[in-house]
C-alpha cells in the first residue's frame, strides 16, 4: 500500500533554516511549519515539504479521447483517466472545482500505487492514461511515477494542463508524456490575475516549450466566457500568437462556458461565439481549429487542408476515421500532422 503522504520534488529551504520554498509553479510559495501550498496539496512538515495527494486519485473513468479533448491523437480511442486533489490555478469559472479547489486535501481514503494504475489500464487493453479532472502537475510526482511505469508497458500519457508549471520542474512533470492539452484561459494578462489568480507569461512558456522542445503533442482549449474573453479583437491576438509561436498546425479547441462555481451570473456561450472565433482562427492562418460542448459536426470534423476532404467525422465524443492512409489524406496524400497509431 501507498504511504499516506510522500515527499515532494521542487523545493528548497531557505538559508538559516527559515521557510519552505515551493519550486513547482510559478506562485513560489513560502511555508512556514505547518503551512499548506496554495495547491492545497503540499505541506511543510519540520524541514520537510510533502505531498499530501500522491497514491490518492479521487476516481477513475475510461473516456474517449476527444474528450480532453484531442483530436489528432490516436482518435477513436478510449484511454483511463484519473485526477487527484488539488490545483496551481484559482478559477472563477472552474468546472471541476470539487476536484480543484478541495476543503480537506486528506479527504481520499484508499491509497493506489503507480503499479495498480498501469495495471488497470491494461487490464482494459486502453493504449493510454490521462492525467486530467484536476491539475496534474499539482500531483507531479504520482504523475512521474506513474507515466514512467505506464511507459515501461508500452502505453501512453495524456496530460490535461494548465500549463501553470515553473521551467525547473516543467521537464520532470512532462517527461514520460506523449501528448497534452493545454487550456489556453484568454490572451489577457488582467483575466489571469482577476479571474484565474495567476499570471499569461508562465502558461506561454509552457505552450513554446512543448511545442518547440519536448517532442509532445499539443493542443490547446480556449473555454469561451461571455463579456470576459470572447472579444473578437482577443481572440484575434491569440490565434496570431499561436500561428507565430507554435504554428498554424497545432490543433485549437474553443469550447462553450457554462456557469459554474463562482461565475454564475454570467450566461452560457452562444453556438455563434463559438463560430466567430473559429471564423477569425482560420481567417489568421490557423488551420485545424474546432468547437466543443456545443453540436456541430462540421466544427469538431477533421479536414484535409490539402483538398477539404474529411477525414475523420466526430459526433460529440464519438470519432470515426474515414480518409486517412497512416498520417496522409487517402484522397490526396496531404500529411495530416498528428499521432494516429
Known sequence: MAARYAEARWWTLEEGGGRILCLLCPRGCRLAEGQTGYCRVRRRSGDRLLTLSYGHPTGFAV???????????????????????????????????????????????????????????????????AYTYNEPTSFGEYLIDVAAMARGRGLRNVAVTNGYIAPGARREVFAHIDAANVD??????????????????????????????SGIWLEVTTLLIPGLNDSADMVARECD???ERLGPDVPL???????????????????????????????????????GNVSDREATATACPGCGATVIERDWHAARVLGLAGSRCAACGETIPGVFA
Open 63 to 129: 473516456d474517449p479521447i476527444e474528450k480532453k479533448p484531442l483530436f489528432h491523437f490516436l482518435p477513436g480511442s478510449r484511454i483511463l483517466s484519473f485526477g487527484t486533489l488539488g490545483c496551481t490555478l484559482d478559477c472563477d469559472f472552474c468546472q471541476n472545482w470539487r476536484h480543484s479547489h478541495p476543503r480537506h486535501a486528506d479527504s481520499a481514503e484508499e491509497a493506489v500505487p503507480p503499479g495498480d494504475v498501469v495495471a488497470l489500464a491494461l487490464r482494459h487493453r486502453l493504449p493510454a492514461i
Open 184 to 213: 489556453l484561459k484568454a490572451f489577457s494578462y488582467d483575466f489571469y490575475r482577476q479571474r484565474a489568480q495567476g499570471s499569461l507569461a508562465p502558461v506561454l512558456e509552457t505552450l513554446e516549450w512543448i511545442a518547440r522542445e
Open 241 to 243: 500568437w499561436i500561428l
Open 253 to 291: 479547441h474553443f469550447t462553450a462556458f457554462h456557469p459554474d462555481f463562482r461565475l454564475l451570473d454570467v450566461p452560457p456561450t452562444p453556438p455563434a461565439t463559438i463560430a466567430r472565433a473559429r471564423e477569425i482562427a482560420r481567417n489568421r492562418g490557423l488551420r485545424f481549429v474546432y468547437a
